[in-house]
């Protein structure tokens, strides 16, 4: 089981639940917006992994 | 495909408020922007000092157009001048400009320059995703933007980031592919479904297209809307453009002042079912219009023409606040728009410039004016004009003028005279002026990627003593 994310990760993970519930939005107009926002946030945690390996 | 309405909830709201609703949710984004301009742009803090006015004192829309002073272009320039680069306008620290945009420099007096925020950049984004969507724009269509991405400009910016956030793919082949390598990527491609493009571009892309026997609306036929913008056209001009593409043709009107577009036609297009031209429905919760007589500043009764005066609601580098545009249009109140919302609009297709009017022996005659004249020919693939003086003193009015192939390849010497004879009458009905008429070869007209600019006036080059 991974470790339980804290700072700057916790807050990205959590934003990430939240978009992802924007992004089930039935307004056409607002959803691809928020996807746009999701994908930032994925970007985000993703360019964030570096951190997950730790230097010996 | 559902109505933008049905399709977002959004929207509906926003179509379902009264105007008296609308200028509340104005006023409340006025002074929100007003608040925070008076706390950080001295140039629009020294404008309400000048006029004994604080943020609180603006309580009503009335107060604001009554009292707030305008701005013009000149104003913006001399205050880029005396604060490099943005101006004191420019309301945010200079750190978080994210985007520069410029203006176009047309106008020969000097380019605007405007800072943009990162929220700005979603904003812009939107305020071209909107337009787009309320044309037939969805998640997942396939775009082709023909207007040249990139560089200074806010159309080099707005169009690629509205069809992200929109989550539409966007082909951006404007200024980077000729008319004919665009056309081999469209039928590549196979499922278009939308084309923005201005309105002088739309026009050499279906005459292009109709050069190679190819039937637009058999080509693509997946086609949803094509979206034009920056020119006057015919109503002629544009039910043949509805009719060779078997889609419906919209407008938006926008700037880089508007920081995008701020109105267009909701799903209806630019023709309506009777035959007459459509409506630019105004997004004037995000733009505050005012449609003004240009010499007293008296708003223009509904069917008039007047001038733009425009404010950025939702903008927060380099807003523009009672910006004098200089552009012309026809206004139509909320309550003669037939559409149920209190949105104000303006008459497609007929947005000029008070700048570009030319006095020609005592006629006031509009660029647009005698594009409507001579589109209105079909016959005819595109024209130039020069206004000159004569060794004797007289004005002329010259317009080299290109059939489209199939005359061009096709008419007798009666058919051309006849046609010739229609174009002169179609110019003096709507303009007042007698024009000499010259046919060239297509190749030796200009051609334009976004706004034409079919006229010089050289009539001071004649003067001569």
């Known amino acids: 089981m991974s470790e339980p994310k804290t700072g700057d990760d916790a807050i990205l993970a959590n934003m990430l639940r939240e978009v992802e519930t924007l992004c089930r939005s039935e307004d056409a107009l607002l959803c691809g917006q928020y996807a746009h926002l999701r994908d930032r946030i994925r970007a985000l945690i993703e360019l964030r992994e570096c951190f997950q390996v730790k230097p010996k | ?465």
């Open chain 2, 1 to 465: 495909m559902q109505t933008p309405f049905a399709a977002s909830p959004l929207l509906a709201h926003v179509a379902g408020l009264s105007r008296t609703e609308l200028e509340k949710l104005q006023l409340t984004k006025l002074r929100r922007q007003l608040d925070r301009l008076y706390a950080q742009s001295p140039y629009y803090r020294e404008r309400m000092d000048s006029a004994g006015l604080k943020p609180d004192s603006i309580t009503s829309l009335q107060i604001f157009k009554e009292r707030f002073p305008t701005s013009t272009k000149a104003d913006f320039l001399a205050d880029q001048l005396a604060h490099p680069p943005f101006g004191a306008r420019l309301g945010i620290p200079r750190e978080q400009v994210a985007l520069v945009n410029m203006t176009g420099g047309t106008s020969g007096q000097g380019q605007e320059i405007y800072g943009r925020s990162q929220r700005d950049i979603h904003m812009q984004g939107y305020l071209h995703a909107l337009p787009w969507f309320l044309a037939g724009l969805r998640p997942g269509h396939m775009a082709i933007n023909c207007v040249p991405a990139g560089g200074m400009t806010t159309g080099g910016w707005g169009p690629g980031e509205g069809l992200r956030i929109i989550g539409a793919t966007g082909f951006h082949v404007g200024g980077s592919l000729s008319t004919d390598a665009k056309i081999d990527l469209m039928l590549k491609l196979g499922g278009v479904n939308f084309i923005y493009a201005s309105t002088n571009y739309l026009h050499t892309l279906t005459d292009a297209l109709l050069r190679r026997d190819l039937k637009p609306r058999e080509a693509f036929p997946h086609m949803k809307a094509l979206f034009i913008a920056a020119e006057g056209y015919p109503i002629e001009w544009a039910q043949k453009i509805e009719e060779h593409w078997g889609c419906h043709l919209a407008e938006g009107y926008g700037s880089t002042q508007c920081a995008g577009f701020a109105g267009s036609t909701c799903d209806q297009g630019v023709v309506t079912k009777d035959g007459r031209r459509g409506l630019i429905h105004l997004f004037e919760w995000e733009t505050l219009f005012e449609i003004v007589d240009p010499e007293t500043m008296e708003p223009t009764p509904s069917g008039e023409v007047g001038e733009m005066v425009v404010t950025n609601l939702s903008v927060e580098g380099s807003p523009v606040v009672r910006f004098r545009t200089g552009d012309a249009a026809r206004f139509v109140a909320h309550g003669d728009t037939g559409s149920g919302w209190g949105w104000n609009a303006i008459e497609c297709g007929t947005i000029g410039r008070f700048d570009d009017m030319m006095k020609i022996r005592g006629n006031n005659v509009w660029p647009s004016a005698i594009d409507a004249a001579v589109f209105a020919h079909a016959d005819v693939a595109d024209y130039a004009g020069r206004v000159y003086t004569t060794e004797d003193g007289k004005t002329e009015i010259e317009v080299r003028l290109a059939l489209a192939d199939q005359a061009a390849m096709t008419f007798s010497p009666e058919q051309r005279q006849s046609l010739f004879q229609s174009v002169r009458t179609a110019i003096k009905e709507r303009n007042n002026i007698w024009v000499t008429l010259i046919e060239v070869e297509r190749a030796e007209l200009p051609e334009f990627a976004y706004k034409a600019r079919r006229w010089k006036d050289e009539r001071q080059a004649g003067y001569r003593l």
